[in-house]
């Protein structure tokens, strides 16, 4: 199995962040990055974030094998140098979100955590959903990532007008 995990965060699980330190001891290294989407304010102190629908590779299973297998396949990405694509568009409809990349060298512990934290439960209603996407490093290719999206309709949500969330905004 590709050993080399990698997750976009945009709250928390970022450096200096609340569930830094539970969640994401042992990162190899963290890459500042960005992607297309729209933050809201899910709870005062947690945001959740949805992004186009095209440019989601695969979404998140319960067989982390096949879903590392996914990551390893798409590795660095080509789609998001296309012109018109999302993740460097500045289309009125989304917003450029800054965040991190996370590299783990241990997937089959890392993501069953990150899932359990983020009530990401596969084949059932989620409070967020893992899907696959590339985002933008601030020096580098694009890359093919692990996130974590809304998993239900975030009509009813305040949206965070921000690039980059902070929970005393």
């Known amino acids: 199995m590709n050993s080399e995990l990698r997750i976009f965060v945009y709250g928390t699980l ?47 299973s319960a067989d982390i094998g096949e879903d590392m297998r996914l990551l390893a396949q798409s590795g660095r990405a080509s789609r998001a140098e296309a012109p018109g694509n999302e993740i460097s568009g500045s289309d009125g409809n989304w917003n450029t979100i800054n965040g991190e990349i996370l590299f783990f060298g241990d997937p089959e512990k890392r993501l069953p955590l990150v899932d359990s ?5 596969p084949g059932e209603a989620s409070t967020y959903l893992r899907v696959l996407l590339e985002v933008l490093p601030v020096d580098g290719p694009p890359l ?21 969330w902070y929970p005393d905004e």
């Open 117 to 121: 934290l983020e009530e990401f439960r």
């Open 14 to 60: 970022k450096k200096g962040f609340s569930n830094h330190e539970s969640y994401c001891k042992g990162v190899l290294r963290i890459v500042p990055a960005t992607l297309r989407g729209r933050l809201y304010k899910l709870l005062p102190d947690i945001p959740v974030m949805i992004v186009p629908d095209s440019v989601i590779l695969a979404s998140g």
């Open 144 to 164: 093919t990532v692990w996130t974590y999206v809304a998993g239900f309709d975030t009509a009813g949500l305040e949206e965070y007008e921000g690039k980059t």
